[in-house]
Nanobody, 120 residues
Framework: QVQVVESGGGLVQRGGSLSVSCAASGRIVRLGTMGWYRQRPGKERELVAQVIGYEDTKYADSVKGRFAISRDYVKNTVTLQMNSLEPEDTAIYYC??????????????WGQGTQVTVSS
């Protein structure tokens, strides 16, 4: 079994900062891409940022220069630092990780989601 547990998020005023973290645990043989998605009210889930491999990162255009993603390869965690937050960043943020549990293939696992609310 694999667990993907998120923490962080909350309520902040426009221009403020928040971070969300995610930890993967359990039967992990290989850990692939880790990242964050979000689902804004009335919108589809979208990619926010991800770490591919050891150093390659990818960001949505809307968060470039404001958000930073980092990964701890020992603790199997990924953190999204969000700065200069805007009301449009209000969403449920979901952690997504690719994990090989020993079957030789990567499977996507999702966290339960954590709410980020930015007030104006």
């Amino acid at each position: 079994q694999v667990q993907v547990v998120e923490s962080g998020g909350g309520l902040v005023q426009r221009g403020g900062s928040l971070s969300v973290s995610c930890a993967a645990s359990g039967r992990i043989v290989r850990l692939g891409t880790m990242g964050w998605y979000r689902q804004r009210p009335g919108k589809e889930r979208e990619l926010v940022a991800q770490v591919i491999g050891y150093e390659d990162t990818k960001y949505a255009d809307s968060v470039k220069g404001r958000f930073a993603i980092s990964r701890d390869y020992v603790k199997n965690t990924v953190t999204l630092q969000m700065n200069s937050l805007e009301p449009e960043d209000t969403a449920i943020y979901y952690c997504n990780t690719l994990i090989d549990t020993g079957r030789g293939v990567f499977t996507a696992y999702w966290g339960q989601g954590t709410q980020v609310t930015v007030s104006s």
